[in-house]
């Protein structure tokens, strides 16, 4: 079992400081039994709790809160930022649904923020979801940690970098729909950089990308529970993809591995 107290240390080692700014994916769960974690609530308080002390007052904590509202897959494509959820992400629906963090309206890729930089990082992003000035160029400019609970090297970050120097795989699509906000409905034009659905060689994978980036030490692997954070400085990480990219053309998708 482990205590908030080893879930801050393990934070420090992986690069987690007061003040700095911090996007994470997390799959708490597979950490195993935390200590005063009898409900997944309980879970996500403590470890909301464990980032904020290990933050501190000036630090920054975003979480994904996706739910690609605008996608050919959604009927009624109606985006609402207090109350859409997503189907991933425990942590950032808790800050959504407790009204504690600070939302981007994204449609496709919302983040919720909590601390220093909140709004700043969220409020009015980039309708072009990979954009200049998306959330993912923020995190870019803050040179963000980028923080994996018990997940690889990957991020949607990385997607932000593909972008940037236009891979092949993945194009800009354009979607509409509405964003409700504090029960305002407004209608809307973003544009989404996406793979082709239909092509099986094109699904992102980051085992390869993970195990340079190690080897490299771009990112930091630390142990905790039966699991492990993985972190990564933003900049240093685009740097490397890019120059992975350069090598290794599809190095993040299932064709690399064919």
């Given at each position: 079992m482990i205590s908030q107290g080893d879930i801050i240390a393990a934070l420090a080692t992986a690069g987690v400081q007061p003040g700095r700014t911090v996007f994470c994916h997390a799959n708490i769960a597979f950490f195993g039994r935390v200590e005063g974690a009898a409900t997944m609530d309980d879970l996500i308080g403590i470890m909301l709790d464990a980032f904020a002390e290990a933050l501190g007052p000036d630090g920054t904590l975003l979480l994904p809160v996706f739910t690609y509202s605008f996608g050919s897959d959604k009927a009624e494509k109606v985006f609402d930022v207090q109350r859409s959820?997503?189907?991933?992400?425990?942590?950032g629906n808790w800050l959504v649904t407790s009204d504690t963090g600070v939302r981007s309206a994204d449609p496709m890729l919302s983040v919720v923020a909590t601390g220093g930089k909140a709004e700043a990082l969220t409020d009015a992003v980039d309708t072009v979801c990979f954009g200049p000035d998306s959330i993912w160029a923020r995190l870019h400019e803050e040179d963000a940690l980028i923080c994996n609970l018990n997940l690889d090297s990957g991020s949607t970050y990385l997607h932000?970098?593909?972008?940037?120097?236009?891979?092949?795989?993945?194009?800009?699509?354009?979607?509409s729909g509405t964003?409700?906000?504090?029960?305002?409905?407004?209608?809307?034009?973003?544009?989404?950089?996406?793979?082709?659905?239909?092509?099986?060689?094109?699904?992102?994978?980051?085992?390869?990308?993970?195990?340079?980036?190690?080897?490299?030490?771009?990112?930091?692997?630390?142990?905790?529970?039966?699991g492990q954070i993985v972190a990564q400085p933003a900049r240093a990480a685009k740097e490397f993809l890019?120059?992975?990219?350069?090598?290794?053309?599809?190095?993040?998708?299932?064709?690399?591995?064919?």
């Open positions: 959820l997503s189907t991933t992400s425990g942590m932000w970098v593909e972008r940037e120097i236009g891979v092949p795989y993945r194009s800009d699509i354009p979607m964003i409700v906000d504090q029960g305002i409905s407004r209608q809307a034009d973003i544009v989404y950089s996406g793979r082709a659905l239909d092509d099986p060689q094109a699904v992102p994978r980051f085992e390869d990308y993970h195990a340079a980036c190690l080897a490299h030490g771009i990112s930091t692997s630390v142990p905790l529970g039966r890019i120059e992975q990219l350069s090598q290794t053309p599809y190095l993040l998708t299932a064709r690399n591995a064919t």
